[in-house]
């Protein structure tokens, strides 16, 4: 046993218990006499510190091999441009989905000036970009081969090597729901034939969620699957066939539940044009595989429920047949009966059936519908909506959220009107983290941000972003040029 | 006395959220009344209420007033106005003086004319200064020998049993040694309460910072035999300060100084700020601030300027601690450090300063080509391959800055590690 080693044992246990080593000799030492036991544990602990000290090696360095990072061919961004970034990174004069705006704007701007981030703004920069997906796609080139090199090292020690993956090999084997999703939505083919294939092998919920993921892009070829799936033991695949052959107007179980509504659609001429409606008999089991409520056991049937399902299920072209004219023809004649309205409504838009959307918005305004439209047709109507001063639906700030950008001068002046109005904090509030995103220079010329700022804190909030926002990306031009 | 660069500013913010309000008020909008001097910064901020704030500030001292309620030195609006000033977007020089200003500096220079004449007038009187020095030795002498009785007893129970003690057993025994006078020693016996749970290496940290506590009481009851420098360091480490007064009037050593690097720290009450020096002999000194309170810290040298001033140095071994006794005015930039050395020479020059000052745990060290690695702590290895691990170091910024490649770096080797504080990059020092 080393003397440092002995030392230690008898200084843990204490000297009352372990008696104190032998000096060590080879280092020269005489301990004084007659010292009591403490005092010759803490002379040679003294000498311990000293020595450790004073015979300090240095460690070697063959597990420390890094690859350098390569030379950065492009200078750096001039400095106020390098302030502005620093400032958005360390003190963000503006909201968190604005600032990561403006971070990539940057970017952006210095990539086409042929600049890049000054390598000590390098690590805020890229735990930014961490925390913000969105900014990670708009890194390169900005960073430069400094920041490739610094994001190549941060992988390393943080995934043990491990690279990234083909996704499309990685959905392809069987496993989680979530790689099924992908594989859907990469290639919905080859989704398919594999739902096909594992079928057998699924649980019901698993059938089921698979088949819901058919929804983000449903394809005429899906439908012999959806069919079949229509006579499965599950009621919740069932359902969810049902939901899905809903948006097909060309299938088979469409012209299925056409032939069971138009029975059911008269036309009469008196007083004047409209329909006499007649609500369906009992189901028989070939509509109920299609998806309309079997009657109950005890109790009366709903019939008016199993007749939205036909309405939902059916073509809409049923209705402009036995009307004899357009949608807005058919909705003229069913005016007094909302509830089918709605029911159409609903069909038009998973469908997205335009000409069937636009008479609907004629008749009311309906966000939910207004989604289907192309931009600037949306814009037109929600003009219109910020206009009306009725209460806002909470949908409007994501249609605004949707549109493409930057926004038309009529929209911008009837939003900053609305913001300015006594129930203007909603509207500010639903759009603080995108107005100054969608508003184009022109429109700061708007009285909202020319005089006194309202006094919701909203309101002020949002107009105060505008101006920081486009005053930022104004300096940010001008740094680079 | 020149413009402060805006890092300057941000330098001198008591913390995060002052800087990050004072950035809110840093725009034209609030502010009234303007205006510089040499000395003086001033200005007005209309605030919630009804009156604006007045804003003085000294910018040599340096010293903040504001007539706001904060309790921040310097708040938000001395900041806001020092980073208008600083980016020349208000108080221009040329204004005349505003009154609250002139009122403040005039009062300021009263008070420092007073207390000037207050120690011109005390009378030296020798006869109470002697039985005050002799209160202080017996009052030192008790408490050393009263530590050296409780280092024993630590001994004899053995280290296992003094992990199991609480806090508070470790904050009784450094409460007895501020009572005593030795601050110094209370505060390392102090922190190992912490340690003893908190460090891996525990065991071997206490163990051997008990044998150099113990050789501290023998070398103070032994100090007769000490040369005037080791008695010097003895005492830095105990806690009893040489007066800077006494270190005032001895020979100043002139510029220009080259900042090699600082660092700042806080236990909560006590702000310090330790500066490395190299003086055109190539000696370092360290330069000390403190603040307490509202007070707001020395303004930071950046590293890798030239200060031109004299210094004064304290007793004790090298690197001896020093004050400037001049104002201190910019004498340009360096483009580098100047040479360093290898891991190597620094351990060496580690071990002979132990052998000089066995007390001192701090060495200031310029490397000269090593590359940063990250791994663990994080590394710093030399051109022939030797590598010291770091400590307290900004990780991501060192590996920024360097890229991988060598640079030369300027840190403090402490109980064998390197806490980097400076970088030579491309013909430029910067802070990490």
């Given amino acids: ?481 | 006395m020149g413009g402060w660069s805006e890092a300057r500013v941000i330098e001198s913010a008591p913390d995060e959220s002052s800087l990050v309000a004072a950035r809110k008020l840093a725009r034209p909008g609030p502010w009234s009344e303007t205006g510089s001097n040499d000395v003086l910064v001033w200005g007005k901020c209309q605030g919630s209420g009804k009156t604006p704030y007045q804003v003085s500030i000294d910018i040599s001292a340096p010293a903040y007033r504001c007539s706001c309620p904060s309790r921040k030195f310097p708040c938000k609006h001395a900041l806001a106005l020092l980073l208008l000033w600083s980016r020349g977007e208000a108080a221009a020089t040329g204004a005349e003086t505003a009154d609250f200003a002139q009122d403040w500096a005039a009062q300021r220079a009263a008070r420092a004319t007073a207390r000037e004449q207050r120690s011109a007038d005390r009378t030296v009187d020798v006869a109470a200064q002697e039985k005050r020095l002799a209160g202080r030795l017996e009052l030192m002498d008790a408490g050393v020998s009263d530590f050296s009785r409780w280092l024993g007893d630590l001994m004899r129970t053995g280290l296992a049993s003094a992990r199991s003690q609480p806090y508070r057993w470790w904050d009784g025994v450094a409460a007895r040694l501020v009572d005593a006078q030795l601050p110094g020693l209370a505060d390392q016996v102090r922190s190992m309460g912490s340690a003893v749970h908190g460090r891996a290496d525990w065991a071997d940290h206490l163990l051997l910072c008990a044998g150099r506590w113990w050789a501290m009481t023998k070398a103070w009851e032994g100090r007769d035999r000490l040369s005037a420098d080791e008695l010097a360091d003895l005492r830095v480490a105990l806690g009893w300060p040489i007066p800077s007064a006494e270190v005032e009037g001895s020979e100043a050593m002139a510029g220009p100084w080259l900042a090699l690097g600082a660092h700042r720290s806080s236990d909560g009450r006590i702000q310090q700020q330790r500066t490395w020096f190299r003086g055109p002999d190539g000696g370092i000194v360290v330069v000390l601030d403190f603040a307490a309170g509202g007070e707001g810290l020395a303004a930071p040298q950046l590293a890798g300027t030239l200060v031109d001033s004299t210094v004064a140095r304290y007793p004790g071994s090298a690197p001896r601690r020093a004050l400037f006794t001049a104002p201190l005015l910019p004498g340009g930039t360096s483009p580098g450090l100047g040479t360093g050395c290898s891991v190597a020479e620094a351990l060496r020059q580690e071990s002979a300063a132990v052998a000089v000052s066995p007390w001192r745990e701090r060495h200031p060290v310029l490397l000269a080509g090593v590359r940063i690695h990250p791994d663990g702590p994080g590394w710093l290895i030399d051109a022939v391959g030797d590598a010291l691990p770091l400590i307290e170091a900004p990780m991501d910024s060192l590996l920024a800055l360097t890229g991988g490649h060598p640079v030369d770096l300027f840190g403090e080797l402490e109980d064998g590690h390197v806490r980097p504080l400076s970088l030579v990059i491309g013909g430029t020092v910067v802070v990490p």
């Avoid at chain 1, 604005?98 to 970017?107: G, T």
């Avoid at chain 1, 969620?209 to 439908?223: K, M, T, V």
């Avoid at chain 1, 969810?240 to 948006?247: G, P, R, S």
């Fill in chain 1, 1 to 481: 046993m080393s003397w440092l080693t002995e030392l230690r044992t008898s200084a843990l246990l204490g000297t009352g218990r372990h008696p104190a080593p032998t000096p060590p000799v080879d280092l020269g030492v005489c301990p004084p006499d007659a010292v009591s036991p403490e005092a010759l544990l803490l002379d040679q602990a003294a000498l311990a510190d000293v020595a450790t000290r004073a015979a300090r090696v240095a460690g070697g360095s063959d597990h420390l091999m890094v690859r350098p990072a390569g030379a950065d061919d492009c200078p750096a961004a001039p400095p106020e441009a390098a302030r502005l970034l620093e400032l958005l990174l360390n003190q963000p004069p503006v909201g968190k989905e604005l600032r990561d705006h403006l971070v990539q704007e940057w970017l952006r701007t210095a990539a086409a000036a042929g600049r890049r981030v000054p390598h000590r703004l390098l690590p805020a920069l890229l735990a930014l970009a961490g925390s913000r997906p969105s900014l990670a796609g708009h890194l390169h080139p900005a960073i430069g081969a400094r920041g490739l090199w610094l994001q190549e090292l941060r992988r390393d020690t943080s995934l043990d090597g491990t690279g990234p993956e083909d996704p499309v090999a990685t959905a392809e084997r069987p496993g989680s729901a979530e790689d099924f999703e992908t594989l859907r939505r990469l290639d919905p083919a080859r989704a398919r034939e594999q739902l096909a294939a594992e079928w057998k092998s699924l649980t019901a919920r698993e059938r089921a969620a698979r088949l819901g993921a058919f929804a983000e892009n449903l394809q005429a070829d899906d439908e012999p699957l959806l069919e079949a799936a229509l006579d499965d033991r599950a009621k919740s695949v069932r359902e969810t066939a049902v939901e899905l052959l809903n948006h097909e107007p060309a299938s088979a179980r469409a012209a299925r539940m056409a032939a069971r509504l138009e029975p059911l659609l008269q036309v009469k001429r008196l007083p004047r044009k409209h329909f006499q409606i007649s609500l369906p008999g009992v189901p028989d089991d070939a509509a109920v595989r299609d998806g309309v409520p079997a009657d109950p056991r005890t109790g009366h049937p709903d019939r008016v429920a199993q007749f939205h399902v036909i309405i939902r299920g059916a073509p809409l072209e049923v209705w402009t047949r036995v009307a004899g004219g357009p949608p807005a023809t058919v909705l003229g004649m069913l005016r007094s009966d909302s509830r089918i309205i709605d029911s159409l409504a609903t069909t038009a838009g998973i469908r997205g059936d335009l000409p069937w959307i636009r008479a609907l918005l004629d008749l009311r305004e309906d966000a939910e519908l207004l989604g289907h439209l192309p931009g600037e047709e949306r814009e037109q109507h929600l003009v219109r909506l910020l206009k009306t001063g009725s209460t806002l639906p909470a949908t409007v700030f994501q249609l605004l959220h949707g549109l493409p950008r930057p926004w038309g001068g009529e929209l911008s002046t009837a939003v900053l009107d609305r913001i300015l109005t006594k129930d203007g904090g909603t509207l500010a509030a639903g759009t603080a983290s995108f107005l100054p995103l969608c508003l184009t220079p022109e429109t700061l010329k708007h009285r909202a941000l020319r005089h006194e700022p309202p006094d919701d804190d909203a309101c002020r909030r949002v107009l105060g972003d505008i101006t920081r926002y486009h005053s930022i990306r104004r300096s940010l031009t001008e740094a680079f040029r």
